[in-house]
């Protein structure tokens, strides 16, 4: 009897850490869906809908090259998604994608022996997890931990000097990362399994939806309001989807490129979106940055990895 006793009280008490959990996310989970929503709802019918979504567009943009009824895995491939004329150029780019040796970059260095006779390996044993478990919220050290900190984080621990976290090895390693779990077919799944990580999530979301810097914009003004409106010759992209494709290959980095090596972090993009919302941006490492990108991420969760990807 005390036997069984027991057995309930353990049955009882696991289902309520369980429930407790999963409660810890729940306003995540409102946000995500709703967000989903939004953007099913906008482009469901681009013409139908323009006075709500659409106030600035042209009668040709809206007919003849913005996409309608998309749903929501088809956002993860950014703007493309839903321009006629941007994804047909999309689609003749990724025949033969200039990414395919920064991927072979990212996975010699994960071979490759530091002075100590470790590797990547050791700190990441599986490349696919390596994408699919960053970021997530350390409870122990109270932090989110993005794979950009994690990659510096296993450097240092073998007595090797951080990388610089924008482009070059920090960006090849990462593809490496990414294009093994796009070739597994693995979706984001970022969780939220305490107050402290739901906490940092909030700040995250926070910060995306604030006003900054001197032009008062904030990043949701372009990329959930905003999204789909021409800014001078782009359409700008959606939130829904944003993580999902880093790092990226993008022309304007690679003209800027000695060795036309345009791909680049989130974290880069991150940083050039908030100097063209009038504002420093914080640092990749910055507890802003990470908990920015912790939102972010979770936004993108039930989304395909299709990493490395390109961009303009």
């Known amino acids: 009897m005390l036997s069984k006793i027991a057995k309930t009280t353990a049955l009882v008490a696991l289902t ?11 306003q995540a989970e409102k946000d995500r869906l709703a967000l989903i929503k939004y953007f099913e709802a906008k482009f469901e019918n681009p013409e139908k809908n323009r006075n709500t979504f659409f106030p600035y567009s042209t009668d040709d943009e809206l007919k003849n090259n913005i996409i309608s009824g998309i749903k929501h895995k088809e956002f993860s491939i950014g703007n493309y998604a839903f321009s006629k004329n941007g994804k047909a150029s999309y689609d003749e780019i ?10 072979e970059a990212g996975e010699e260095l994960y071979g490759k022996k530091f002075a100590n006779g470790k590797s990547f390996a050791n700190c990441f044993p599986d490349p696919v997890k390596a994408a699919t478990n960053h970021p997530y919220f350390d409870d122990k050290k109270k932090e989110v931990v993005t794979l950009t900190v994690a990659i510096n984080q296993c450097l240092t621990s073998n007595g090797e000097k951080k990388w610089k976290t924008s482009k070059g090895k920090m960006a090849n390693l990462q593809a490496y990362f990414v294009q093994s779990a796009q070739d597994e077919e693995k979706m984001v799944d970022v969780k939220i399994e305490s107050k402290a990580a739901s906490e940092a999530y909030e700040r995250g979301k926070e910060y995306y939806y604030s006003q900054k810097g001197y032009l008062k914009l904030s990043c949701a003004t372009c990329h959930v309001q905003g999204a789909a409106q021409r800014v001078r010759n782009e359409s700008l992209s959606q939130l829904l989807g944003h993580t999902s494709h880093f790092p990226v290959y993008r022309l304007k980095w690679a003209a800027k490129d000695a060795n036309n090596n345009g791909l680049g972090t989130l974290e880069r993009r991150m940083a050039g979106c908030v100097k063209d919302q009038g504002q420093n941006p914080p640092k990749a490492d910055s507890k802003e940055m990470r908990e920015l990108l912790y939102f972010m991420s979770y936004m993108s969760n039930g989304m395909p990895i299709d990493g490395p990807d390109i961009r303009k």
């Open 94 to 103: 990724k025949e033969f994608p200039p990414t395919e040796e920064w991927v």
């Open 16 to 26: 309520t850490c369980a429930l407790n959990a999963a409660d810890f996310n729940a």
